[in-house]
């Protein structure tokens, strides 16, 4: 062990949590300062010219294109990036200052899950301009971050006996991945909520006149959802394979298994409900989030409330 | 694009997001058989599935907030101890078996009835489809995905041969068109490709069910035994042998295959760096064992947490560990009338641990003993002890002595790792004249009153093995590894139709219709049309207009 080091990992650790309040602040400024695209602002003004007499203009067709990235929204990424290599860097030499994985206790598991959902975030950029779920992913990392290293902080200690196997490295890690992607399509499907909202009800939140329709952002966030569902289900196999390998069972309905097998469940039914007639949509997008929120349950409120066997050196 | 557009797909359930659009519902008179159908019709509506998954996702809740039998026996009873007003209610709804109870198991075996409902009529339908041709090309091909045109100076023989061509290369089933069929205006050629996701999709489901049966007879022919070995002992792998003992329902219990394991050494490695911050937290276990199966040669072997030891078909898992104090008495005049380990149950991380010894025969008067082990003993500011350390570096023992009616005689099962002294006399500790007793190893005591004397004779190690046979294993594995791949295959290959119509113009070139179809969400299907149109028409000649 190198307290030298695990202490230097911890600046990282406060350090990446300041960027990522500072990313925060500017990715809300940037979603509060947008303003409607002309395309739809045009039709508006015109409408208003006409007078009393003013038939209202149809609504514009909602857009399929993500908006892209603003000044503001470049800022929030690249603050964004050096938290990320902060947090990264926390990561790492936390791992190496112990010379195991550096996922063996909550702080661990929250530090590490942040530094996986961000560096999660950073690559879909190449994919799709999701610049504005900035503000939800560095609330999402700050608090998680906060939490974890003001309430859940341990010295980093040897992993005991029960730990010592090559899954931990893989189930966790996958288990990790999934709650990336889990996080980006709760995000994605509170937007497309939103979205939906102001489309019928024709108020909302001004920001969202920048983002795609509903539909598009459905969409989006089925893709990714349907990859955390994939890497659910190597979290539980990979699981159960540890579990018959250190326990002596694959399955004993622990806790912890109960509830990684409720949020299995959650989300199989969330990818029925998008083949259901009448739950594509805004149903189907609460069963998403509902998920999400059983994750974030799990994490939280099982391992430290529930009595199970995924409890090891203290937290 | 809206549903309507879509193809009609019979084998779907009718509310599936592909199926066609309920038309106006005229109701007819059901009878006996019409009221199955339609009944056997909303258990496999995908609306029912999906009500059922997520009623399986509530009805699993309630097990995670009660302790179950299974997992946590002990909890039950604690559970049931703390909240006797709530505990008849929870036993009627099975909430302490809730995985194995009638409503949990109802829900899942309706989810899987509506599963095999669904899965049948489609692997047919599957089985039908991977035999047919590529659908007739539709009349109005503009109203598809990834509609486009390319002129090219071919005749549309040779276009449409060269289409064929070339999604036969990218893995589509191709079928040409005449002008003279029905519905066929020109020249074409239907390409259809991905029937892998639909294989996968069927695949997925019934390895579904081939992991609930793996899991459900598995359990039925497999036992799980417990047994706690202390050092230089050994037991067999029989039925009386354990110390609990879990059969499966259909399990033969002459079908254990005779073999013993002896524990030679425990061996624990402990943090011992004075400065860590982990200092005493568990390293390593290491249970060395001599293992003799039937009448063959023995042979040492090595159990660890995370490496169990497969013997006999079985496996042996080394789950928890502990000191075993061994304790000599002697009546007053010195005979020994008891001396054997007793296993201590541990406490904390450091091994301070609890005993109960209970002597109903040899002495005088019956005697029941409650007793502390401090592996290292440091002494608190309050005069308490502690351990500080899990090893035997200080190891001190204490004893409070009671006499009176252990309550071994009626018949009635006791725990044995508890001494109930209300019906006893405490005759040394606290409440007693004598103090408690603290002995180190090797020392001995006498009893007050006269009963005899105690010695505290060695400290070995005991290790608690869990025996696990579960011939489905393999099975579930299989089976699990094709829902992983049924999956894989389900999600991410695209299933699409393709079509490529001529259309010969008056001044002879030939106008080529590109167009698309996806089954499922297929996102890159607009740009997989336009790639194969240019290169298509790239590979005939693409006529520029000016």
Redesign the interface.
């Given at each position: 062990m190198n307290p030298t080091l695990e202490a230097f990992s911890l600046l990282m650790a406060v350090s990446s949590i300041a960027l990522y309040a500072l990313a925060f602040i500017v990715f809300a400024l940037d979603l509060g300062t947008r303003a409607a695209p002309a395309a739809e602002a045009a039709p508006a003004a015109a409408s208003v010219g006409i007078g009393s007499t003013a038939v209202l203009a149809p609504p514009a067709p909602p857009s399929t294109a993500l908006p892209s990235i603003t000044r503001w929204g470049r800022v929030g990424m690249a603050l964004t990036v050096i938290a990320w290599l902060l947090n990264a860097t926390a990561v790492i030499t936390r791992g190496v200052s112990v010379g195991r994985v550096p996922w063996a206790n909550m702080y661990e598991f929250a530090l590490t899950a942040v530094a996986i959902i961000v560096g999660v975030f950073l690559l879909a950029q190449f994919w799709r301009r999701l610049s504005f779920l900035g503000a939800y992913v560095t609330a999402l990392a700050l608090l998680s971050l906060v939490l974890a290293t003001v309430n859940f902080y341990v010295d980093a200690t040897p992993l005991p006996p029960p730990l010592q196997s090559v899954w931990i490295v893989v189930h966790v890690f996958v288990a990790i991945l999934g709650t990336a992607f889990f996080a980006l399509g709760a995000g994605l499907s509170v937007v497309q909520l939103l979205q939906a909202r102001r489309t019928t009800k024709g108020t909302g939140l001004k920001f969202l006149q920048t983002l795609p329709g509903a539909e598009t952002l459905e969409n989006l966030a089925y893709r990714l959802n349907v990859m955390g569902f994939v890497f659910w289900t190597f979290t539980l196999i990979f699981g159960a394979i540890w579990a018959s390998r250190a326990w002596g069972r694959y399955w004993g309905w622990d806790t912890k298994e109960v509830w990684t097998f409720i949020i299995w469940t959650i989300f199989a039914g969330y990818i029925h409900a998008r083949a259901t007639r009448g739950w594509r949509g805004s149903r189907s997008a609460w069963l998403a989030i509902i998920g999400f929120a059983a994750v974030l349950f799990n994490f939280t409120i099982v391992n430290l409330f529930f009595k199970g066997l995924h409890a090891y050196s203290g937290l | 694009m809206t549903?309507s557009s879509r193809p009609s797909d019979s084998s779907r359930p009718s509310?599936?997001?592909?199926?066609p659009?309920p038309g106006k519902i005229t109701q007819p008179r059901l009878g006996f058989v019409g009221y199955l159908r339609f009944f056997w019709r909303q258990l496999t509506s995908?609306?029912t599935?999906?009500f059922l998954?997520?009623l399986?996702?509530i009805a699993?809740?309630p097990?995670?907030?009660v302790?179950?039998v299974?997992?946590?026996p002990n909890?039950v009873i604690q559970f049931k101890d703390k909240n006797p007003g709530i505990t008849p209610v929870l036993e009627f709804f099975q909430v302490f078996t809730?995985?194995s109870s009638v409503w949990f198991s109802a829900i899942y075996l309706l989810l899987f009835v509506s599963l095999i409902g669904c899965v049948i009529p489609r692997t047919k339908h599957h089985l039908d489809a991977l035999r047919a041709r590529p659908p007739k090309t539709p009349a109005n091909l503009s109203r598809l995905e990834g509609f486009t045109t390319r002129t090219v100076e071919v005749d549309a023989e040779t276009a449409i041969e060269s289409a064929r061509k070339l999604l036969r290369r990218q893995g589509y089933r191709t079928e040409r068109y005449a002008p003279g069929s029905p519905g066929q205006a020109g020249l074409s050629v239907s390409a259809e490709r991905g029937y892998l996701r639909e294989t996968g999709n069927l695949v997925f489901h019934t390895a579904l069910i081939g992991v609930l049966l793996g899991?459900g007879i598995g359990g039925g022919l497999g036992f799980?035994g417990q047994r706690v070995v202390v050092e230089g002992d050994a037991f067999v792998n029989g039925l009386g042998s354990y110390d609990s003992f879990n059969p499966g329902r259909f399990l033969d219990e002459q079908s254990l295959v005779p073999y013993s394991i002896r524990l030679d050494s425990f061996e624990p490695v402990y943090?011992e760096?004075l400065t860590?911050?982990?200092i005493g937290?568990?390293?390593?276990?290491t249970a060395n064992v001599t293992t003799t199966v039937g009448t063959g040669e023995p042979e040492k072997a090595t159990v660890?947490?995370?490496?169990?030891l497969p013997i006999g078909g079985t496996?042996v898992?080394l789950?928890g560990n502990g000191y075993a104090p061994v304790l000599t008495v002697r009546d007053p005049e010195g005979t020994v009338v008891f001396s054997q380990p007793t296993a201590f149950l541990p406490q904390d991380a450091n091994l301070f641990s609890l005993g109960v010894i209970k002597l109903p025969d040899g002495l005088d008067e019956q005697v029941g003993i409650r007793s502390l082990l401090y592996p290292s003993a440091v002494e608190l500011d309050s005069g308490a002890l502690a351990s500080s350390f899990p090893d035997l570096l200080n190891p001190v023992l204490t004893m409070e002595v009671y006499t009176g009616d252990l309550g071994l005689d009626n018949g009635a099962g006791t725990n044995a790792y508890v001494l109930d002294v209300s019906s006893l006399t405490e005759i040394a500790g606290r409440t007693a004249d004598a103090p408690t007793i603290r002995l180190g190893v090797g020392d001995s005591i006498d009893l007050p009153n006269g009963l005899g004397s105690v010695e505290l004779s060695e400290i070995p190690r005991f290790v608690s093995f869990?025996v696990?046979y579960?011939p489905a294993?393999p099975w579930?594995?299989t089976f699990?590894i094709l829902?992983?791949a049924g999956?894989?295959t389900s999600?991410f290959i695209p299933r699409r139709r393709v079509w490529v119509a001529a259309v010969t113009n008056p001044d002879g070139s030939v106008t080529l219709e590109y167009a698309a179809l996806a089954r499922?969400?297929d996102?890159t299907l607009p740009r997989a049309v336009t790639a194969i149109a240019d290169e298509h028409s790239q590979g005939l000649g693409l006529r520029v207009d000016s």
């Amino acid at each position: 062990m190198n307290p030298t080091l695990e202490a230097f990992s911890l600046l990282m650790a406060v350090s990446s949590i300041a960027l990522y309040a500072l990313a925060f602040i500017v990715f809300a400024l940037d979603l509060g300062t947008r303003a409607a695209p002309a395309a739809e602002a045009a039709p508006a003004a015109a409408s208003v010219g006409i007078g009393s007499t003013a038939v209202l203009a149809p609504p514009a067709p909602p857009s399929t294109a993500l908006p892209s990235i603003t000044r503001w929204g470049r800022v929030g990424m690249a603050l964004t990036v050096i938290a990320w290599l902060l947090n990264a860097t926390a990561v790492i030499t936390r791992g190496v200052s112990v010379g195991r994985v550096p996922w063996a206790n909550m702080y661990e598991f929250a530090l590490t899950a942040v530094a996986i959902i961000v560096g999660v975030f950073l690559l879909a950029q190449f994919w799709r301009r999701l610049s504005f779920l900035g503000a939800y992913v560095t609330a999402l990392a700050l608090l998680s971050l906060v939490l974890a290293t003001v309430n859940f902080y341990v010295d980093a200690t040897p992993l005991p006996p029960p730990l010592q196997s090559v899954w931990i490295v893989v189930h966790v890690f996958v288990a990790i991945l999934g709650t990336a992607f889990f996080a980006l399509g709760a995000g994605l499907s509170v937007v497309q909520l939103l979205q939906a909202r102001r489309t019928t009800k024709g108020t909302g939140l001004k920001f969202l006149q920048t983002l795609p329709g509903a539909e598009t952002l459905e969409n989006l966030a089925y893709r990714l959802n349907v990859m955390g569902f994939v890497f659910w289900t190597f979290t539980l196999i990979f699981g159960a394979i540890w579990a018959s390998r250190a326990w002596g069972r694959y399955w004993g309905w622990d806790t912890k298994e109960v509830w990684t097998f409720i949020i299995w469940t959650i989300f199989a039914g969330y990818i029925h409900a998008r083949a259901t007639r009448g739950w594509r949509g805004s149903r189907s997008a609460w069963l998403a989030i509902i998920g999400f929120a059983a994750v974030l349950f799990n994490f939280t409120i099982v391992n430290l409330f529930f009595k199970g066997l995924h409890a090891y050196s203290g937290l | 694009m809206t549903d309507s557009s879509r193809p009609s797909d019979s084998s779907r359930p009718s509310d599936h997001i592909d199926a066609p659009e309920p038309g106006k519902i005229t109701q007819p008179r059901l009878g006996f058989v019409g009221y199955l159908r339609f009944f056997w019709r909303q258990l496999t509506s995908m609306r029912t599935a999906l009500f059922l998954l997520l009623l399986l996702a509530i009805a699993a809740i309630p097990g995670s907030l009660v302790p179950q039998v299974t997992s946590d026996p002990n909890g039950v009873i604690q559970f049931k101890d703390k909240n006797p007003g709530i505990t008849p209610v929870l036993e009627f709804f099975q909430v302490f078996t809730t995985y194995s109870s009638v409503w949990f198991s109802a829900i899942y075996l309706l989810l899987f009835v509506s599963l095999i409902g669904c899965v049948i009529p489609r692997t047919k339908h599957h089985l039908d489809a991977l035999r047919a041709r590529p659908p007739k090309t539709p009349a109005n091909l503009s109203r598809l995905e990834g509609f486009t045109t390319r002129t090219v100076e071919v005749d549309a023989e040779t276009a449409i041969e060269s289409a064929r061509k070339l999604l036969r290369r990218q893995g589509y089933r191709t079928e040409r068109y005449a002008p003279g069929s029905p519905g066929q205006a020109g020249l074409s050629v239907s390409a259809e490709r991905g029937y892998l996701r639909e294989t996968g999709n069927l695949v997925f489901h019934t390895a579904l069910i081939g992991v609930l049966l793996g899991v459900g007879i598995g359990g039925g022919l497999g036992f799980t035994g417990q047994r706690v070995v202390v050092e230089g002992d050994a037991f067999v792998n029989g039925l009386g042998s354990y110390d609990s003992f879990n059969p499966g329902r259909f399990l033969d219990e002459q079908s254990l295959v005779p073999y013993s394991i002896r524990l030679d050494s425990f061996e624990p490695v402990y943090e011992e760096t004075l400065t860590s911050n982990a200092i005493g937290q568990a390293l390593d276990y290491t249970a060395n064992v001599t293992t003799t199966v039937g009448t063959g040669e023995p042979e040492k072997a090595t159990v660890k947490v995370n490496y169990p030891l497969p013997i006999g078909g079985t496996e042996v898992y080394l789950l928890g560990n502990g000191y075993a104090p061994v304790l000599t008495v002697r009546d007053p005049e010195g005979t020994v009338v008891f001396s054997q380990p007793t296993a201590f149950l541990p406490q904390d991380a450091n091994l301070f641990s609890l005993g109960v010894i209970k002597l109903p025969d040899g002495l005088d008067e019956q005697v029941g003993i409650r007793s502390l082990l401090y592996p290292s003993a440091v002494e608190l500011d309050s005069g308490a002890l502690a351990s500080s350390f899990p090893d035997l570096l200080n190891p001190v023992l204490t004893m409070e002595v009671y006499t009176g009616d252990l309550g071994l005689d009626n018949g009635a099962g006791t725990n044995a790792y508890v001494l109930d002294v209300s019906s006893l006399t405490e005759i040394a500790g606290r409440t007693a004249d004598a103090p408690t007793i603290r002995l180190g190893v090797g020392d001995s005591i006498d009893l007050p009153n006269g009963l005899g004397s105690v010695e505290l004779s060695e400290i070995p190690r005991f290790v608690s093995f869990d025996v696990h046979y579960d011939p489905a294993v393999p099975w579930v594995f299989t089976f699990a590894i094709l829902v992983v791949a049924g999956l894989l295959t389900s999600l991410f290959i695209p299933r699409r139709r393709v079509w490529v119509a001529a259309v010969t113009n008056p001044d002879g070139s030939v106008t080529l219709e590109y167009a698309a179809l996806a089954r499922g969400d297929d996102p890159t299907l607009p740009r997989a049309v336009t790639a194969i149109a240019d290169e298509h028409s790239q590979g005939l000649g693409l006529r520029v207009d000016s």
